[in-house]
């Protein structure tokens, strides 16, 4: 039996008579109730409001008619009430389940309340447990595909795994449908795999708050900000058995904070190319504006996906803005502690990259360590670093950064950030190619010259951020670049 099935008999032997069950996958966890009920030798009742209870009917129409049902029924039975969450605001229902619940234990009953977002009513907080059915992991996928593919024939181990890999973070119900469109009643094969992958990424576009990225740019494509890559690389094997052995705990995650443009970013990208993970963004916003309405289940939903494709990294860009709202507003101020609950106390390895441009809109709560590993400050580029960077863009629009004079240009450049360089060298390109011959070095020198930096515009913002980075964050660059702007 699985984990939560498991939970879930034990709380009914310890005399908890309601439990609330969240879960997207009313099939699966039917299954599992039906399980669970035959462990403990009872019975396994279902009742929607639309077919009432079991096979009688009775009760349809109303949570109050379903107990009065429910109330009439002596043998020892696990009650499912399915689709919960659309009858918990009926008053005189809620109250008939409270008188009912003493009278449950003495017959070795208990009600099972099944939904995708489950706010119990105050009466009920203290008298339910609560459980949330987790998407199935790569043992449950692999037992399912194994199952789909005997018909067929067994598929090679390697491609197997591959399968089961594509289809984490998919309910059970869509792994079988894309598994089966994949092959389309043949074997499994390398084409197959592909398709389950391109499958997966499509179903999970109903998932408001989450999406999937292919970052192309590793760590070596990010210039300067060596001691946050320093930090990363000695954690890129952290993840592993052999990591665990060493007494090492999961890397939980970092926080970038610092000048807009500076390669926040990029690196949160960059890291997921280097250590070979997913690739999963966070959109807060997607989430509080879902069509569902819900942003506490669109916020579940996306971790839930996280964990389950772990090991991966989720990046959260410009967190201050997601939760700006939570001290004023109710739903805002419960989903931010649910994601910060989930932050401190998550157990996969799901590798969180926030960034964040303004300190004085972050949360105290989000920069308590413990929720993030390190807490990193990115500031503009030193000269060396401008010239890094300089190098790499004029690298990917195929010019020999060597025909260059980059300290010269660098010097140029000072108080320019890393995405102002990149469109410095774009603007240069289209100077030269509007005259119909090469780069020169006077083309970027010009365009370097022409461009505004956001330091003008927010010199003021940005002091203020290094004067609370200097004794609260690391530096992301090494100590040297510092002395630009300090010495």
């Known amino acids: ?28 966890a039917l ?22 209870l079991g096979e009688t009917g009775q009760g349809a129409g109303s949570l109050e008619a379903g107990l009065a ?62 459980l949330e059915l987790p998407l ?52 499994l094969d390398e084409s197959a795999v592909a398709e389950i992958v391109r499958d997966k990424r499509r179903a999970l576009r109903r998932t408001p708050a989450l999406g999937f990225h292919d970052p192309d740019e590793g760590l070596g494509e990010v210039g300067g900000l060596g001691e946050l890559k320093l930090w990363l ?12 052995r060493f007494g090492l705990p999961t890397p939980r995650g970092l926080l970038l904070l610092g000048v807009q443009g500076c390669g926040k970013s990029l690196c949160a990208k960059a890291v997921a190319r280097e250590w070979q993970f997913p690739l999963l963004r966070l959109d807060l916003a997607a989430a509080f504006a879902g069509s569902s309405g819900s942003p506490e289940a669109a916020m579940r939903e996306a971790s839930q996906v996280a964990e389950s494709i772990a090991p991966a990294v989720l990046w959260i860009d410009e967190i201050e803005k997601g939760f700006a709202a939570s001290d004023s507003d109710a739903r805002s101020s419960r989903v931010f502690g649910a994601f910060l609950t989930w932050l401190a106390e998550k157990r996969s390895p799901v590798f969180v990259v926030a960034t964040a441009n303004d300190v004085s809109r972050l949360p105290p709560e989000l920069l308590r ?33 060597l025909q260059f004079r980059l300290d010269e240009l660098a010097a140029a450049a000072e108080r320019l950030t890393g995405a102002e360089l990149e469109q410095a060298v774009v603007a240069a390109l289209h100077s030269a190619f509007a005259a119909s011959r090469e780069l020169t070095g006077d083309d970027l ?8 930096p956001l330091y003008e515009t927010y010199e003021e913002r940005i002091k203020e951020l290094r004067d609370w980075a200097r004794t609260r964050a690391r530096p992301a660059s090494h100590d040297a670049r510092m002395l630009d702007y300090f010495a």
């Open 445 to 452: 020198s010009n365009a370097l010259v022409q461009t505004v």
């Open 69 to 130: 049902a429910i109330a009439a029924h002596r043998e020892p039975a696990l009650f499912v009430l399915l689709d919960a969450h659309r009858v918990l605001d009926d008053a005189r229902g809620v109250r008939r389940l409270r008188d009912l619940l003493p009278e449950l234990g003495a017959r070795r009953q208990a009600i099972v309340l099944v939904g995708p977002v489950l706010d119990l009513p105050v009466e009920l907080a203290r008298d339910a447990a609560r």
């Open 31 to 52: 299954a599992l109730l039906e399980r669970s009920a035959q462990s403990v030798k009872a019975g396994c009742v279902r009742w929607t409001l639309a077919s009432g």
């Open 1 to 28: 039996m699985s984990g939560t099935g498991e939970e879930l008999r034990a709380l009914v032997r310890a005399g908890w008579r309601l439990v609330a069950l969240e879960t997207f996958e009313e099939d699966r």
């Open 369 to 401: 360590r413990g929720r993030f590993d390190e807490l990193f400050f990115v500031d503009l580029p030193s000269q060396a670093e401008r010239a890094e960077i300089l190098g790499i863009h004029l690298r990917k629009h195929g010019r020999d950064p």
């Open 233 to 244: 690389v000695e954690r890129r094997r952290a993840f592993g058995e052999e990591a665990r």
């Open 136 to 187: 199935p992991g790569a043992t449950e996928l692999r037992s399912l595909f194994a199952k789909l593919g005997e018909r067929s024939g067994k598929a090679p181990p390697e491609l197997l795994e591959a399968a089961v890999s594509g289809a984490l973070g998919l309910t059970s119900a869509e792994a079988v449908r894309v598994y089966r469109k994949a092959c389309g009643g043949g074997l």
